[in-house]
């Protein structure tokens, strides 16, 4: 069934979703402006490919119809219509998108069957230095907190078990090998699970590549959550991020690594309920209820 949603509530909506985004995209833009670069709170906007307008370009998702006078603008959304006063998911995209709906639906149902596993600590990053030539580091600019010697012995030490291939496809030529699977992207349904953090922040990919059906208060709940894994995720990598004011996860040690696994636990805990409602976005957009009806052309 379609949800109404009269102009008031909408736009009361759509202005705390922009304060909410603002906080996070504000930031970026001044240190833009003014050339500055960070590797930690960049990444989400960097990596990802979702522009920081689009993140905060509010709309209501499929099985949603924002009405009133003002409809139209909502409209204006990539993927919505406007018709008799309603903008919502235009019906067409539901079948041009299918497969790729289909596609996340079964990774993403893949992925929360299983249980989370912990204990990589985070080696994806150190793997992504190891042995590292000129050109493979991805922060040239920032320092190894062990040095280059130090790091190659932290990997080679532990045991390096990196199931994301978004991951794994960055580690150095030298490191691959030592990873106990070889992560590919026809496997990635297969190989995934709820205790990655990659696995964590990859909710918001798929969130915003659901767009228009999810709506645009879900894709930033995930981003919310990406942006604090990052900042595990860096604070466990070997790179030193103190004049960034980025206290380390020191894995290498007993401490760092019982943090790490407390970090990974929490993120999988908190990522199901995600993982749950993007579930239900592609199982409404395969399925969808019948639509407002749009006029005749």
């Given at each position: 069934?379609?949800?109404?949603?009269?102009?008031?509530?909408?736009?009361a909506r759509q202005i705390l979703h922009q304060q909410r985004v603002d906080a996070w995209v504000q930031?970026?833009?001044?240190?833009?402006?003014?050339?500055?670069?960070?590797?930690?709170?960049?990444?989400?906007?960097?990596?990802?490919?979702?522009?920081?307008?689009?993140?905060?370009?509010?709309?209501?998702?499929?099985?949603?119809?924002?009405?009133?006078?003002?409809?139209?603008?909502?409209?204006?959304?990539?993927?919505?219509?406007?018709?008799?006063?309603?903008?919502?998911?235009?019906?067409?995209?539901?079948?041009?998108?299918?497969?790729?709906?289909?596609?996340?639906?079964?990774?993403?149902?893949?992925?929360?069957?299983?249980?989370?596993?912990?204990?990589?600590?985070?080696?994806?990053?150190?793997?992504?230095?190891?042995?590292?030539?000129?050109?493979?580091?991805?922060?040239?600019?920032?320092?190894?907190?062990?040095?280059?010697?130090?790091?190659?012995?932290?990997?080679?030490?532990?045991?390096?078990?990196?199931?994301?291939?978004?991951?794994?496809?960055?580690?150095?030529?030298?490191?691959?090998?030592?990873?106990?699977?070889?992560?590919?992207?026809?496997?990635?349904?297969?190989?995934?699970?709820?205790?990655?953090?990659?696995?964590?922040?990859?909710?918001?990919?798929?969130a915003y590549t659901l767009a228009p059906f999810a709506s645009a208060e879900l894709v930033a709940d995930?981003?919310?959550?990406?942006?604090?894994?990052?900042?595990?995720?860096?604070?466990?990598?070997?790179?030193?991020?103190?004049?960034?004011?980025?206290?380390?996860?020191?894995?290498?040690?007993?401490?760092?690594?019982?943090?790490?696994?407390?970090?990974?636990?929490?993120?999988?805990?908190?990522?199901?309920?995600?993982?749950?409602?993007?579930?239900?976005?592609?199982?409404?957009?395969?399925?969808?209820?019948?639509?407002?009806?749009?006029?005749?052309?």
């Amino acid at each position: 069934m379609w949800t109404e949603v009269p102009e008031p509530q909408w736009r009361a909506r759509q202005i705390l979703h922009q304060q909410r985004v603002d906080a996070w995209v504000q930031p970026l833009l001044d240190r833009r402006s003014r050339g500055i670069k960070h590797p930690v709170e960049d990444f989400l906007f960097t990596y990802y490919s979702f522009r920081p307008a689009a993140l905060r370009r509010w709309h209501p998702g499929i099985g949603v119809a924002a009405s009133g006078e003002g409809a139209y603008e909502v409209a204006r959304v990539k993927g919505y219509v406007f018709a008799d006063g309603l903008a919502f998911v235009d019906p067409a995209i539901t079948a041009e998108r299918r497969d790729r709906v289909s596609w996340i639906r079964n990774l993403l149902g893949a992925i929360a069957s299983r249980p989370p596993l912990v204990g990589c600590f985070g080696l994806h990053e150190w793997a992504m230095v190891y042995q590292a030539r000129d050109g493979e580091l991805r922060h040239a600019a920032r320092r190894l907190r062990l040095g280059q010697a130090g790091t190659d012995e932290v990997v080679e030490t532990h045991r390096i078990a990196c199931s994301h291939f978004d991951a794994f496809r960055f580690f150095t030529e030298s490191a691959r090998s030592l990873n106990v699977i070889q992560p590919n992207r026809a496997e990635q349904p297969r190989n995934e699970q709820p205790g990655c953090l990659h696995v964590a922040m990859d909710c918001y990919k798929w969130a915003y590549t659901l767009a228009p059906f999810a709506s645009a208060e879900l894709v930033a709940d995930c981003f919310e959550l990406a942006r604090e894994v990052r900042q595990v995720d860096m604070r466990a990598s070997p790179y030193d991020l103190s004049d960034l004011g980025v206290t380390p996860i020191r894995i290498e040690t007993a401490a760092g690594k019982a943090e790490y696994v407390a970090a990974q636990r929490a993120f999988a805990q908190r990522s199901v309920d995600l993982r749950r409602r993007l579930i239900a976005v592609c199982d409404e957009a395969l399925n969808p209820s019948p639509c407002p009806p749009l006029p005749e052309a």
